[in-house]
């Protein structure tokens, strides 16, 4: 079986102030198509280093990252923004949308960098943000929508590229549980149209949503269970 | 292939960047709208002063066109003269007499006249009188062509009018609407300060020069000028001469300065105490005076420009720092270094745009206010219209390079994790 991201024996160590912080310490993980993967980990556990090399935000200080057989580990800053671009869609627990924005042209944004035509980019964000049921919020700003619905676009925006894998890091956190739980739904859906996602939390219960739980610790996969 | 798609990326990059910076600039109107000030103000400087020294040169020189090129003066002092300095001022008078033996003397001239003239304002005809006081001119035979007058009826004034000092008058057609509303002036007499003179001709029309009016005037022989309204200790002749072509010009003026210091008996070893000009080198001497300005505005300019730039470089700088998060959450979306670059970058160089526009409309209106003022026909500089946005350009991207630069290595982690 192919895997669609395989980290081999990653190390990634900071020095923060004269002393070497090992935030990963020889991890290793494979994953494949179609899962739907929740990572845990106390803070100070590597799980957000972790998060942010499958995001491509990082490089490993030491091992290998394949990315459908691309070597992250060995790119330069434009190879990661461009896999970023094409493979990865993020959905942050701060929504992180362009607070003057509206919602159409927050998810048109990464078509712009990915360098499609004006067209296709409306089309396509349209067609994205209808997936999420924002069918009549398109032209609303940010601070005219509801905090579920932010991150609703902010779905929208990480889909609209038809990425490889969603990386979610805690999407519910700023919302509240009724929210939270309609966002869990459109996860659900959507690894079951065939999406791979994975998720980044510090709560059991949305762990549990996962079918694969990976626990973190110490800059090393404590445990992988699965559901 | 690649390279076209590499093409097409950069328009694509550099058409959302003029978007974005349409927005970024219209989200932060206070702020854009300051820096916009101080481009405009940079700009304005340099096309407001270029704009009113191109009226004026402009102006001058189409003044000096009409007066001819082959003219030239003997003056007391020089035409133009910083500092008035004592030497000119304690130079004797030039006299009618002085005018009157150059004329006997000169032969190469094709033509001379004496210029001088007051001004007068009881002057009346019947009931009727002018309550502005009129120029009025002493007149030799040349002096109506001198003046680019032209005689729309009647006539001149003759030598025998001067020889005879004849009490004749030339009136210019403002004069004559008031005077004469319903009458034909020719042959009737008006009164000067209560001398009677009759009127032998009407010139035609002619507008202003040098913001006088032309048409608002009187002449009369300059040997009865000189009897009634002219005080020989105070008052300065200038004598105009007119050489038969461009080529004699030199060799008349030589001549004529021969002439003039033998009417001043002047001795071998002393200097000129008069002054010949002409035409060519008054222009000459206005160039080199607007040289100068230009000089001292060009330099004032620079430091305007500097300032507004560094302005630009500052608020580009806050934006930047204001838009961490905003470049954060761009490039975990796939924005790369270049694409960053150039959205700061167009951000720069379009308000810089927009301010130079503002600065050069304003400087072009300004510009040609003080014409308007001067009484000149307006101008539109539009090569320094040009350079101002040329100048603008290099501002907005020479000042805007260094925020770019900084906003574009921002690193995405620490920029996505970036609280206010």
Request: proline fraction near 3%.
């Amino acid at each position: 079986m192919s895997f669609i991201i395989s980290l081999k024996d990653i190390e990634r160590f900071y020095d923060v102030g004269g002393e070497v912080v090992r935030a990963l310490d020889g991890l290793d993980l494979n994953i494949s198509a179609n899962e739907y993967i929740s990572i845990m980990g106390p803070s100070g556990s590597g799980k957000s280093t972790l998060m942010n090399m499958i995001g491509c935000l990082d490089t490993p200080t030491n091992g290998t990252y394949e990315f459908e057989n691309e070597y992250v580990h060995e790119m330069d800053e434009g190879q990661l923004a461009s896999i970023r671009n094409r493979k990865i869609g993020f959905v942050f627990q701060t929504f992180n949308l362009l607070p003057k924005s509206s919602a159409l042209r927050n998810v048109e944004v990464p078509l712009i960098y990915a360098n499609i035509s004006k067209k296709e980019r409306i089309d396509r964000a349209k067609e994205s943000l209808i997936d999420v049921g924002l069918e009549d919020r398109m032209h609303h700003k940010p601070n005219e929508l509801s905090g579920g619905q932010r991150q609703r676009v902010a779905i929208a925006r990480a889909l609209v590229n038809k990425p490889s894998i969603i990386l979610a890091d805690e999407p519910t956190g700023n919302l509240d549980s009724k929210s939270g739980v309609e966002i869990l739904n459109i996860f659900n859906q959507l690894h079951d149209k065939g999406n791979t996602i994975i998720l980044v939390t510090h709560e059991e219960e949305v762990a549990k949503n996962a079918k694969r739980m990976i626990l973190i610790l110490d800059g090393k996969v404590k445990s992988d269970i699965k559901n | 292939m690649n390279k076209n798609k590499k093409k097409s990326h950069l328009k694509n990059t550099i058409k959302e960047s003029f978007r974005m910076s349409i927005e970024a600039i219209k989200d932060n109107k206070l702020r854009s709208i300051l820096t916009l000030i101080g481009i405009a103000i940079g700009v304005f400087s340099v096309v407001g002063v270029m704009t009113a020294i191109k009226t004026l040169e402009n102006h001058v020189n189409s003044q000096l066109d009409i007066l001819g090129s082959n003219k030239f003066y003997v003056m007391k002092e020089p035409a133009l003269s910083f500092q008035r300095s004592k030497e000119y001022w304690k130079r004797k008078n030039i006299t009618y007499q002085d005018y009157l033996d150059l004329e006997k003397l000169a032969k190469t001239p094709h033509s001379m006249s004496a210029e001088m003239a007051t001004y007068e304002d009881d002057i009346s005809y019947k009931d009727k009188e002018l309550t502005k006081e009129i120029k009025i001119y002493g007149a030799t035979f040349w002096s109506v062509r001198h003046h680019q007058f032209l005689i729309d009826y009647g006539r001149s004034i003759t030598d025998d009018d001067i020889r005879f000092n004849r009490k004749v008058v030339i009136l210019g057609p403002d004069i004559v609407d008031i005077l004469f509303p319903y009458e034909y002036p020719i042959g009737k007499k008006i009164k000067i300060e209560g001398i009677e003179h009759l009127v032998i001709g009407v010139t035609g029309k002619k507008g202003e020069m040098f913001g006088e009016n032309q048409d608002y005037m009187a002449l009369i022989p300059a040997s009865t000028f000189t009897q009634y309204y002219w005080d020989e200790d105070e008052s300065n002749v200038e004598i105009v001469l007119e050489s038969k072509s461009q080529e004699e010009l030199r060799k008349t003026m030589d001549e004529i300065i021969g002439h003039f210091r033998v009417i001043r008996k002047l001795k071998p070893s002393e200097k000129n105490n008069f002054e010949i000009v002409n035409n060519k080198e008054l222009a000459n001497q206005i160039d080199g005076f607007t040289g100068g300005i230009k000089l001292f505005a060009g330099a004032v300019s620079v430091i305007a420009l500097l300032v507004a730039g560094i302005g630009i470089m500052n608020i580009m700088l806050v934006s930047v720092s204001d838009r961490i998060k905003e470049i954060g959450i761009r490039k975990a979306i796939g924005a790369n270094r270049i694409d960053i670059l150039i959205q700061f970058l167009m951000e720069a160089f379009f308000l810089c745009q927009f301010g130079g526009i503002i600065g050069i409309v304003l400087g072009i209106l300004v510009g040609n206010l003080i014409g308007f003022v001067l009484n000149v026909s307006p101008v539109i500089p539009v090569d320094w219209a040009f350079y101002g946005l040329f100048i603008c350009s290099i501002i907005g991207i020479g000042f805007g390079i260094y925020p770019a630069w900084h906003a574009a290595n921002l690193d995405p982690i620490n920029s996505l994790r970036y609280d206010k």
